[in-house]
């Protein structure tokens, strides 16, 4: 039998428009929801090869995150609910590219290189986010699933990190948690409880927490997980999907990138207020003072904030696990300086995606990783996990050092270890805050953030600027870097560089100096040197102040 004779009758029914060339790049396909359908037919067959690749239940999600509403996207989640491979994200690409008369060619490819056994059975696990787009799309995933024989459970609505538990618990035997969402709730539930049953009682104000759900599925989710959290957090939510639109003025991304606000929310001072991404897998705080000046406080904070309570509690416990904070070029300098030089926590820096981060987050006992936009979480390896639990459940422990290793116990099962999680990372943070009485002034006071400007420019091809040493130092164009170097020397505690994007067709500019005015000015000249020197198309950009 032709095992890729189904896919020829079908594959019709999905049709590449002409001439169009997509790129399975850092999170996944990205583009106008009108353009995808067969790249999603496309992944429901390569999720069915990378299942009979792994023996293991793979996970297909259709999001486009922060994205526009009118954009989509789609993911594949790995085994142990990793993000794919990176050899797979170039089938990937291949397959999505590929003219309808060379689709079986590709795949055929694909089985040879890998030698994927076509007669092991296949599983995927599919969700999807609250763009009126998504249903349909996500039935061109199954669509293509069944045509390769696939078996599928489609979940329906879900997070992007809850998509990565279930594939997670499912390859685990559900070792790592039940693979439902109530199995979800529960676990994050329980361990949220217990963590803050350690502080008898607490002011009211300290519970109250203003939610700005993007518009988007974090939103649902939180609503549906709230009854479970026995009222120990009083969630005001808002922008939950029931009037405004996707991440229109709102959401992780906006707040962060124009440090300013979600619309929707009716802020006080000193009010403590989060913002999710559109598909649940970031998170930022803020707030504003009595002065009215607004504080953020991003993905560094919320890093420097996890790290300084686990390193607390290693040393009550008397537990000699070592942790390290992994981040990357985005990472504001003074949070940088805070944890190497006054926690003494070793830091280091990878390239801008969450797969980089998580990569290098797995070489540590403890690793904590968080992009500056507010995606992250706490990677605990076998053995440090298996050392907490057994002094937690050692009952000739007393005192400090075992209510130390329980609470340590507890946070590792409020943490989704798979992904950085919206909701996972919220109760996380306000177990923390709960459990030291801090308000978020007192965690913003931590560190002061070095001023800082993100500006994008346009260039006719974004991949002529090539980079090294994390993204933070620019070896092509010629002599690109030298000039940016000349530049950081007029501005003190300034720090700069420039990438291509991997979401957008732009190159990023950052920079950081001692005031906002240094900042602007010196990300704007370094806007100038890239538009001369990579091949600038449109207006040149400008001073913005
Ligand atoms: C994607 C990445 C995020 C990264 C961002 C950078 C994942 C799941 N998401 O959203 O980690 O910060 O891209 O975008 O990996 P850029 O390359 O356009 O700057
Ligand atoms: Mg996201």
């Known amino acids: 039998m032709d095992y890729f004779e189904e896919t020829k009758k079908v594959s019709g029914q999905h049709p590449k428009p002409v001439g169009l060339v997509l790129e399975y790049g850092t999170a996944g396909f990205r583009a106008k929801a009108e353009q995808l359908d067969h790249v999603m037919y496309r992944m429901g067959l390569l ?28 993911k594949l989640v790995d085994p142990h609910g990793e993000m794919l491979a990176s050899d ?30 076509l007669q092991e059975v296949a599983r995927i696990f599919l969700g999807r986010d609250t763009r009126p787009s998504s249903q349909k799309l996500s039935q061109a995933v199954v669509d293509g699933v069944c045509d390769l024989g696939g078996a599928f459970q489609d979940y329906g609505l879900l997070s992007t990190p809850q998509l990565h538990y279930m594939v997670c618990c499912w390859n685990t ?22 963590l803050t049953n350690q502080i008898p009682s607490h002011p009211e104000e300290m519970r109250q927490l203003y939610v700005d759900g993007a518009n988007g599925i974090g939103a649902l989710k939180l609503k549906e997980m709230e009854p479970y959290l026995e009222k120990k957090l009083k969630l005001n939510l808002c922008n939950n999907g029931t009037t405004g639109k996707l991440n229109y003025l709102c959401g992780a991304d906006f707040v962060k990138v124009h440090q300013k606000p979600p619309q929707g929310l009716d802020m006080k001072a000193n009010e403590r207020c989060c913002s999710f991404d559109g598909d649940g897998d970031r998170i930022v705080y803020y707030y504003f003072d009595q002065s009215g000046c607004f504080h953020l406080l991003d993905g560094d904070k919320i890093a420097t904030l996890m790290t300084t309570f686990l390193k607390e509690l290693l040393a009550k416990a008397d537990l000699d696990l070592q942790i390290a904070v992994v981040q990357t070029a985005y990472a504001n300098g003074s949070s940088t300086r805070y944890i190497e030089d006054i926690m003494k926590v070793p830091v280091h820096c990878v390239n801008t995606g969450v797969k980089f981060l998580h990569h290098k987050a797995q070489e540590f006992d403890i690793g904590v990783y968080f992009e500056a936009n507010g995606h ?57 805050l709960f459990i030291k009485g801090l308000t978020i002034q007192q965690w913003d006071l931590i560190y002061t953030d070095l001023p800082n400007r993100q500006l994008k420019v346009k260039v006719s091809d974004r991949h002529v600027i090539v980079t090294e040493d994390a993204g933070r130092r620019a070896v092509s164009p010629a002599g690109l870097q030298e000039n940016i170097d000349t530049l ?49 198309v449109g207006e040149q950009p400008k001073l913005l102040h």
């Open 88 to 117: 797979w994200e170039t089938y990937a690409t291949h397959l999505a590219n590929a003219e309808e008369q060379n689709l079986k060619s590709v795949l055929t490819n694909i089985v040879e290189k890998e030698s994927v056994n």
């Open 488 to 536: 950081l020397k007029k501005y003190r505690l300034s720090r700069a560089f420039v990438r291509p994007s991997g979401t957008e067709d732009v190159v990023r500019v950052y920079a950081e100096a001692d005031t906002q005015i240094s900042a602007d000015t010196l990300a704007y000249e370094v806007s100038l040197v890239v538009y001369n020197m990579a091949g600038g």
């Open 47 to 74: 999720a069915v090869l990378r299942s009979k690749k792994t023996a293991c239940t793979i996970g297909v999600m259709v999001t486009a995150s922060h994205n526009p509403e009118e954009d989509n996207g789609v």
């Open 173 to 194: 035997m559900e070792q790592y948690g039940i693979a439902t969402v109530e199995g979800y709730y529960q676990k994050l539930a329980s361990a949220f409880i217990a």
């Open 376 to 432: 992250g979480t706490v990677l605990f390896s076998k053995a440090a996990e298996s050392k907490i639990r057994q002094m937690a459940q050692d009952e000739s422990q007393k005192g400090e050092k075992s209510s130390a290793a329980k609470v340590l116990e507890h946070t590792i099962d409020l943490i989704n270890q798979t992904v950085g999680d919206a909701i996972s990372d919220l109760l996380t943070i306000e177990a923390i």
